[in-house]
């Protein structure tokens, strides 16, 4: 009878132990805690020895695991929306590294020598693909095309020849974001590669760089997010241009 007594109060102690759910920080710090809510960005709850007490909360990005009474358990991915100090970050639901690509269109107002005699305004376009590393980096391979249309000589005003020219600029995307906000980012990307000509005027190959700040901005939770930005382009000897880039990223 004295084994069933012991044996029923042992149950009874180790469960009452383990009927409470546990919280595990990232820096392996644990709490006992009764949780009321997981949010996207914090975490509410109860201290497990007062649950009469204040409601507490812990950002998202803090957990490492939580551990319920019921022997189930959630992990925590990616980062909170907030950091200690305040600043936004990306959504909690965001996992990293990942895929993302990105399409643009641009408007590029020819500079430099060779503006002077003709026209080099152009359309570009371009389409990069890579990996998100984290909120901060991103790397990826970009395709682009630039359009020069109605490129002129112009001698003493006088217009004497009329022309195109296609040029395929093939580069590395590199971007830094500063997130300001779940769901908006400033950003520095600068591209580098080489600027093979394919049409018109335009013969072989040059060295290709482009660099601008630019802001993206969209849903938190996945989707497509829209951009814009503004680039310093050059491509050969005096085809220099600003860009005003409108995209998206997906």
């Known amino acids: 009878m004295k084994k069933i007594f012991s044996m029923l109060s042992c149950m009874l102690f180790f469960g009452t132990v383990s009927a409470q759910d546990i919280i595990l920080k990232r820096d392996a710090g644990e709490i006992e805690a009764k949780v009321m809510k997981v949010g996207g960005s914090e975490v509410e709850y109860k201290k497990w020895d007062n649950p009469d007490g204040p409601t507490y909360t812990i950002p998202v990005g803090e957990v490492f695991i939580i551990k319920y009474e019921n022997g189930q358990t959630d992990k925590m991915t990616g980062y909170s929306a907030r950091s200690q100090s305040g600043h936004a970050r990306i959504a909690a639901d965001e996992t990293f590294p990942k895929y993302q690509g990105e399409v643009a269109l641009a408007y590029g107002l020819g500079v430099g020598d060779a503006s002077k005699v003709l026209n080099t305004d152009r359309i570009h376009f371009e389409t990069v693909h890579g ?21 002129l000589n112009d001698y003493d005003g ?9 040029v395929l600029p093939v580069f590395v995307d590199f971007k830094g974001y500063c997130p300001v906000s779940p769901k908006a980012s400033i950003y520095l990307a600068w591209d580098l590669g080489a600027a093979v000509g394919v049409s018109g005027l335009a013969q072989g190959t040059e060295f290709y760089t482009s660099i601008g700040p630019g802001v993206d901005f969209g849903s938190s939770k996945g989707g497509a997010r829209g951009n814009f930005g503004i680039r310093f382009q050059h491509m050969g000897e005096g085809t220099n241009a600003i860009l005003f880039r409108v995209g998206c990223s997906f």
Do not use: S
């Open 131 to 151: 990996v998100r590393i984290n909120p901060y980096l991103f790397t990826g391979l970009g395709l682009g095309f630039d359009y020069f249309y109605g490129l």
């Open 158 to 166: 006088y217009y004497e020849e009329e022309d195109t020219m296609g």
